[in-house]
């Protein structure tokens, strides 16, 4: 089972065996554990730590959601669902989240509660009522205050971890200053004046290629009027760290001061490129930027991130909200989130450009890794009428990738909100209403597409502007079809095919030439989707596109198995599936391999049909997608199924479609693509 998203730190875990054993027993016995502390306390290294412990104990059940970047409580619910892997739809909530835990014994942690409690605890209320195997492990400077809340107070270090701590640190920071016995006391005594906090340590030891232990203490307590005892710990503990946070601020140089400012309205991590693009203005030269970076990791104040092609860091929450306050100090906090916004749609413009060519992979796996951002950017643009323009451009450029991930139901809500202010031009609402009909009816959210295409039939009545009419045809051809009149729906499609090529739309012009097809086997006119599909690639493959020509070869191949012809069905449904596999395009890997049952069950190969089934059933769950949203690939199922039971008998179907639906998707691909050694005969 998915251990969800884990943003442990890559630096050593340091101490905190007495308080990780605690925590471990506690969330055993408790149903719902709060780890409390002042920020940069180790909350969140800590409950990592238990959820690596208990991992193996719940059976792998154990899910990690960071809720740090999220601004709208009503997201609360679609981002656990999500990482937990409920059904995706604009309106994901407790309900869908328990279907999928069920009474499985399970941990979800949420980490940075604290800015979004009333959500956080109107979530965590319904889950523990209707899971009762569930545990919930939470971090948060404040409690969620529910009945039956155990709260865990974080602790400061002991003197010896904290010690330890600083010379681990110090270690990287400086490997040529040599801290010796001589030096525990004074590092003993920094360590007191800094309340033991472990992120108020490692900041302090990122100095030591600058100042001896003694000479930071004395910094401190000089500039900051810190004590070495308080009376009243939790304060004393929140100022400590403040000022430690302050004191580093203060060491910067005035282009890493500014830099840590503006790098505070990123979210999830961002790279090099990203910074010195969104980042650069007066006082901070775009050529400044990668000093500036370098300067504020050798500081413990950013965390290099993974291990890519491309340097990505991440900033601490303690450390990102005092680089907020300073922008909100100086009345920029707008401005700079709109560099942000504009730096990801400038991204996502890009994306869209190259959409049509061999760089797709590439892209898709650069906004995988930037969909933190992506949200916090419609954040800011769907909150304001003016800015909401900005949004629907977002949505419109970010179709396939939003389709392609299990991301409808995210892109529904941000659309919705965006197109209720009423504001942008005919045409930028025309063209994020098309989107918005093709990804809510593949939900299948068929009220809200019929809703928007309403609105978007009414702004072409009388319209000369052809893209509008272009993306009236679009929206009506995927809305009729799946009313259930493919007729209609193939008879706009060819003419939006038309206007696009007329329009010079290489991109969505492909695109309704693959819908086109899907349309026209709906209706059982298998040759002429074939040359609908045969059309698609004709435009794609020349220019070295391999996400939409995947997707036409799939609906060859489902031609062909309507045809009996199974060995070149074979054919091009495993070489769907291999590029699917590559892009991690979820709707298009479950497509694949449900075909891939089918022929299984043509071929007699009932373990393998029934496991594949099994396999797909499990991504339309997580996607929220299905085939039967698909009137003629639902009969074509429906015959697979029956055939496949027949072969096996019932309890032995029931048996291996169970096993396909737990089964890891790599393994579940490898027998799809029929590698040695991974049937199930």
């Not at 948060?140 to 270090?157: I, K």
């Not at 060491?251 to 980042?279: I, Y």
């Not at 697979?640 to 998707?665: C, F, K, M, N, W």
């Amino acid at each position: 089972m998915s251990t969800g998203v884990r943003n442990a730190s890559l630096a050593s875990f340091v101490g905190r065996a007495a308080e990780v054993a605690e925590v471990c027993r506690l969330v055993e016995d408790r149903r719902l554990v709060t780890v409390l502390g002042v920020g940069g306390s180790g909350k969140s290294r800590v409950a990592h730590r238990v959820l690596d412990e208990l991992a193996s104990s719940f059976d792998g059940s154990v899910w990690a959601i960071d809720l740090a970047d999220l601004v709208d409580p009503a997201m609360v619910d679609h981002l656990v669902g999500s990482a937990l892997g409920a059904p995706a739809s604009a309106d994901l909530n407790a309900a869908a989240i328990i279907d999928v835990l069920g009474s499985r014994r399970a941990i979800v942690y949420l980490d940075n509660c604290e800015h979004l409690l009333g959500a956080c605890a109107r979530l965590v209320t319904a889950l523990l009522a209707g899971c009762p195997g569930l545990h919930v492990l939470t971090s948060s400077r404040r409690v969620v205050d529910l009945p039956g809340e155990h709260v865990f107070a974080m602790p400061p270090l002991t003197t010896a971890d904290a010690v330890a701590l600083f010379l681990a640190r110090a270690a990287v920071a400086d490997p040529e200053t040599v801290l010796g016995p001589s030096d525990v006391d004074s590092v003993a005594d920094l360590c007191a004046t800094l309340d033991r906090l472990p992120l108020a340590i490692e900041l302090a030891a990122a100095q030591i290629g600058n100042l001896a232990p003694l000479e930071i203490e004395r910094s401190l307590r000089r500039d900051f009027g810190l004590m070495s005892v308080s009376a009243d710990a939790e304060s004393q503990g929140l100022s400590s760290m403040e000022a430690c946070i302050r004191w580093s601020y203060e060491l910067c140089s005035p282009e890493e001061q500014l830099l840590w400012a503006r790098l505070s309205v990123f979210g999830g991590g961002f790279s090099r490129a990203d910074a010195r693009a969104a980042c650069h203005s007066d006082g901070l030269q775009a050529e400044q930027v990668g000093r500036a970076l370098d300067g504020l990791v050798g500081q413990c104040l950013l965390e290099p991130e993974g291990d890519g092609a491309e340097d990505r860091y991440r900033i601490l929450e303690v450390i990102r909200q005092f680089g907020a306050a300073r922008l909100v100090d100086s009345g920029e906090l707008a401005v700079w989130r709109r560099r942000h916004r504009d730096h990801y749609l400038d991204l996502a413009e890009q994306f869209d450009r190259a959409w049509i060519g061999p760089d797709q992979a590439a892209w898709m796996t650069r906004f995988r890794l930037e969909h933190v951002n992506l949200r916090l950017a419609f954040d800011f643009s769907v909150a304001d009428p003016v800015e909401a323009p900005f949004a629907m451009r977002m949505c419109t450029v970010l179709e396939h990738y939003f389709a392609s991930t299990g991301g409808g139901g995210e892109a529904v809500h941000w659309l919705s909100l965006a197109l209720a202010h009423g504001t942008g031009t005919a045409r930028e609402r025309a063209s994020a209403l098309r989107v918005g009909c093709f990804v809510a009816v593949l939900l299948p959210d068929l009220d809200t597409a019929a809703a928007w295409y309403r609105e978007l039939a009414d702004l072409s009545v009388g319209s000369e502007d052809e893209w509008i009419a272009a993306y009236a045809l679009y929206g009506g051809a995927v809305l009729r079809t799946w009313q259930g009149d493919a007729d209609t729906g193939a008879r706009l499609a060819g003419a939006g095919i038309e206007l696009l090529h007329r329009l010079e739309d290489v991109s969505r012009e492909a695109n309704l030439h693959f819908l086109r097809g899907m349309m026209l086997d709906w209706i059982d006119r298998p040759s002429a989707a074939a040359h609908a599909y045969t059309r698609c690639l004709e435009l794609t493959e020349p220019r070295g596109e391999k996400w939409l020509s995947s997707y036409a070869a799939w609906g060859l191949g489902i031609d062909a198995l309507l045809a009996d012809d199974l060995d070149r069905a074979t054919d091009f449904e495993r070489q769907a599936l291999e590029v699917k596999v590559g892009f991690g395009d979820q709707l298009g890997i479950g497509l694949a391999i449900e075909a891939l049952a089918w022929i299984a069950a043509e071929q007699e190969r009932g373990p393998d049909a029934a496991v594949l089934i099994g396999a797909a059933e499990t991504i339309w769950s997580v996607t929220g997608m299905a085939v039967a949203a698909m009137p003629y690939l639902t009969r074509r199922r429906e015959l697979g199924i029956s055939q496949t039971r027949a072969l096996l008998g019932p309890d032995r179907y029931g048996e291996l479609v169970h096993d396909g639906r737990e089964l890891p998707q790599a393994d579940a691909v490898a027998v799809a693509l029929g590698l040695p050694g991974t049937g199930t005969e």
